[in-house]
């Protein structure tokens, strides 16, 4: 019976900013574990699902005099045209009765900015709810489940105020944020974040009743 060889050895060969050992937490290759064909299939896919590869190249030598054992070594080439992606997005909504919606977005995310994998997050969306948006995350361990994340947002909101179904006026609402999130990464769950947020609003009436109140109001807090 066939029985997969153990890997004595696993040598990465970096070409990239990234550390060896994040390279070895997306390897499904481990050391005194066995290789076969599945295991070399998982790894290059978890490497290549980073996005900043365009080349992974795995050699596998037998190891001399012990027929069970192999040497492994994986090389990972980072992308000589960078990682950086740009996203577009439209929204349009209606309610049928007069009322229009309409927002164009553009985001731009620069990926694997140092060896833990720093990201830099910035949006800019233009119609009804106009904003600016930046964040940058920081993996604080190889192991990437700690992160902090400060970021802040500027813009303008419009919003309804009602009474019942009847819509009285529509508020426009300037809105200044920022704050520092640090949190963990659930795996494939998503995220935990908790941190301080201070905001500033100022809103006013743009259609409706003059008698209505303006409001300007500085607030912290936790999230």
Known sequence: EWRPPIVRNLTIRRETRLSEKILRRFSAVREGEPLDAETLERTRQELAGLGIFEGIEVDVQPVAGSPDEVD?????????WGNDYLRFGLGLASDFSGE????ALVQYRKTW???LGGEWLTEL???????????????VNEAGQWFVAPYF?????????FIDDDKVADYKVRLAQGGVDAGAV????GQFRVGPVWTRVDANVDTGSPVLPSVK???AGLR
């Open 125 to 139: 969306q233009v119609g009804q709810n106009t904003f600016i948006h930046s964040e940058f995350y920081q993996p």
């Open 153 to 161: 947002t500027v813009g303008q909101l419009t919003r309804g105020v």
């Open 217 to 219: 109001e500085n607030t």
């Open 113 to 115: 900015l140092n060896r």
């Open 72 to 80: 492994v070594e994986l090389r990972a080439i980072e992308k000589s």
């Open 186 to 189: 659930l795996g494939t769950w």
């Open 100 to 103: 229009n919606q309409f927002n």
